[in-house]
């Protein structure tokens, strides 16, 4: 389970806190992940993601983490996006995004929330669960897939 900090990760595998936004290479080559950003509804400027600071430039840049997921047992990943920024998400210091991929070969937002994720082995209407949330929960809320988009 992705319990760490996102910031404090991001930052301990970049060397420090970012002033321009930045990415984490992932499994998806450059030219998919920039679909999976648009996929996701993310501004992209020069193959980066603008997250929740766009329009702000006082606030922090926020760092981003695509992870690979097989979600739906197709034998093909989904993808979890996690955007890392302290200044918008405040104690959870993260959102996520999960886009699946369409048959025309684009990207479409099926799911979102705040705090970390960590897929279940039980599933709904085939896709896995997904627990969600951030420090101090006394229970994680689980999001489960309706047929069409994950609630």
Not at 56 to 67: G, H, K, L, T, V
Not at 103 to 111: A, T
């Amino acid at each position: 389970m992705r319990r760490m900090s996102f910031a404090a990760a991001a930052a301990a595998l970049l060397g420090g806190p970012a002033l321009a936004a930045t990415t984490v290479a992932g499994p998806f080559p450059p030219a998919e992940t920039v679909a999976i950003y648009k996929g996701a509804g993310f501004i992209v400027r020069n193959n980066l993601p603008l997250g929740c600071n766009t329009g702000n430039p006082d606030w922090p840049a926020s760092q981003f983490f695509i992870e690979a997921v097989d979600l739906s047992g197709d034998g093909k990943p989904e993808a979890i996006i996690s955007e890392g920024n302290i200044a918008c998400f405040g104690r959870d210091e993260q959102a996520f995004t999960i886009v699946a991929k369409n048959p025309d070969g684009s990207w479409r937002k099926v799911g979102s929330g705040t705090g970390g994720t960590m897929p279940l082995k039980t599933r709904h209407n085939g896709w896995l669960d997904i627990e969600y949330g951030g420090p101090g929960m006394q229970k994680q809320p689980v999001l489960k897939w309706d047929g069409t988009n994950y609630q």
